[in-house]
């Protein structure tokens, strides 16, 4: 028809007709009356009767007006219990329905804004689960979470594996850890509503918070800002970008074929190279906003949260619900403690001590230990029989094989018998530090159904350090530097 219609401004309606391969009277019938036959054809009604007329007007629409948000299957489950001799395969005609009776008289919905993002104006921060990942550390389930960095012009990303949940001391370590990856710091920061970090902390703590995150970004001149608590979207730069980060890494330990990891350094270089991959693939870009970002300080600042501890008689201190042993010297001692994510920085005054892995109390509440068996073990010595009922028992273990091995050893001898051997197993692993092989050899001591010889242990790893020859080495008088140098003097002289 289009064709005839065009052949006929120039051209008789036969010549027409029989360019466009129709007959003549279709040709005169078309030029009479220029609409296609089914514009001309009355729409069809329906064949058979509309199994909602009776309850949709006066049953459907009041349950959708009086709850915006019902699902359609929630009203069409409803309706069957009404009205037991509708069929199933209504369903779909009562979801389309209510989709165009929302579509015309339902609620006006969020708008989400694409924004256009300037280089180096906005820095994102985020938290997201790592638990679908089932990655374990030497075959033990790691629950932890990823803080997530981004640029939203370049792209450039920054991730770190947080041990906690979402708090001020993670996000400022993952912060500060992504401003000096990326060279510079953006003009402004923006983080959700922080309300897990908030959570479980009076007015006076959420208050200190908030004052410690502002001085935060001051510190490196950015403006904070947030996202409405609840509404994801708002902060959708860096949302999406969690779901393409977790592909890639779920997809780099599919071809690893292990979801395990000898220990947490190992994993936490595994994401460190999954993300430098990614910023690799968009150089350019992020060598461009560089040049926008603004300059770091000179130094960091604080990424941690400091306390005092007292070291009671018991060898250690109670922190956020988790018992710290540390050397039995420092009882009485008042001790300042560093507290990041993962760690214990434990100073005595200004000066650093040592550092412990960090631990948290249980899920049900219960406290919890990190026990050193090198802090308590020359005490121990004197009182192995404290061993049998001691509260951090199974934590004073290092490895499986000192359990199983104490185990064996209790259902073999009296308990003050099997106290003192496994004591005394060790002090060996302390004082002549062989706990991996020592470990090693209970395994296979144990596998055989024997229980293990101290005396035989001792011997196969000697020396013991207290019987090992005194070496005094004299240290050499300055005075016979100067008689050198002298005649050195004479030599020359004579010569």
């Not at 391969?21 to 009356?33: D, E, F, L, P």
């Not at 209790?410 to 002090?427: D, F, G, S, Y």
């Amino acid at each position: 028809m289009r064709l005839f219609m065009k052949l006929r401004q120039n051209h008789s309606i036969e010549t027409a007709a029989a360019k466009a391969g129709m007959s003549r009277a279709t040709g005169y019938r078309i030029a009479s009356a220029p609409r296609l036959p089914s514009q001309d054809k009355e729409p069809r009604g329906r064949r058979r009767p509309d199994p909602l007329g009776q309850i949709f007007e006066t049953e459907v629409v009041p349950l959708l007006r009086s709850a915006p948000g019902l699902r359609p299957v929630a009203v069409f489950e409803e309706m069957l219990r009404r009205h037991p001799e509708l069929q199933s395969g209504v369903r779909r005609t009562l979801e389309r329905r209510i989709r165009a009776w929302r579509a015309m008289h339902g609620q006006e919905q969020d708008v989400i804004f694409r924004q256009v993002h300037a280089p180096g104006r906005l820095g994102l921060s985020d938290f997201t689960d790592m638990g679908a990942l089932d990655v374990t550390i030497a075959r033990q389930p790691l629950e932890h979470l990823l803080y997530h960095f981004r640029l939203p012009w370049s792209g450039f990303e920054h991730a770190h594996v947080i041990l906690g949940g979402e708090s001020f001391v993670a996000l400022a370590e993952g912060l500060q850890n992504a401003l000096w990856s990326a060279g510079g710091s953006p003009a402004s920061h923006r983080t959700d509503s922080l309300s897990a970090a908030f959570r479980n902390l009076d007015a006076q703590a959420r208050t200190d918070l908030t004052t410690r995150y502002e001085a935060l970004c001051a510190h490196y001149r950015m403006t904070p800002t947030r996202n409405n608590k609840g509404v994801a979207h708002e902060n959708g730069a860096i949302e999406s970008a969690h779901g393409h980060l977790k592909a890639a890494i779920r997809d780099a330990l599919l071809m690893r074929a292990s979801t395990d990891f000898d220990d947490l350094s190992r994993y936490r270089t595994f994401i460190d190279e999954i993300v430098g991959r990614r910023n690799a693939s968009r150089g350019k870009a992020i060598e461009a906003e560089r040049s926008h970002l603004r300059e770091l300080p000179w130094q960091r600042t604080t990424d941690f949260e400091e306390i005092i501890v007292t070291v009671t008689s018991s060898g250690g201190f109670t922190l956020r619900k988790v018992f710290y042993t540390v050397p039995s010297r420092l009882i009485g001692h008042r001790l300042r403690v560093r507290l990041f994510d993962d760690r214990l920085e434990v100073f005595i005054g200004g000066s650093p001590l040592l550092t412990l892995p960090r631990g948290r109390a249980q899920a049900n509440g219960k406290h919890d230990q990190v026990v050193s068996y090198h802090h308590v073990i020359h005490a121990l010595r004197k009182k192995p029989m404290a061993l049998l009922n001691l509260v951090y028992r199974d934590k004073l273990f290092p490895r499986p094989a000192f359990r199983r091995a104490y185990e064996a050893l209790c259902a073999a001898l009296p308990e003050r018998q099997a106290c003192k051997t496994i004591v005394e197993l060790l002090a060996l692993a302390h004082d002549r530090g062989c706990e991996a092989e020592l470990a090693a050899e209970l395994e296979q001591t144990l596998q055989k159904g024997e229980l293990p010889q101290l005396a035989a242990l001792r011997m196969r790893f000697s020396p013991d350090p207290a019987q090992l020859p005194v070496i005094t080495v004299t240290p050499v008088q300055l005075g016979s530097y100067e008689a050198l140098i002298d005649n050195a003097h004479t030599l020359e002289a004579h010569a």
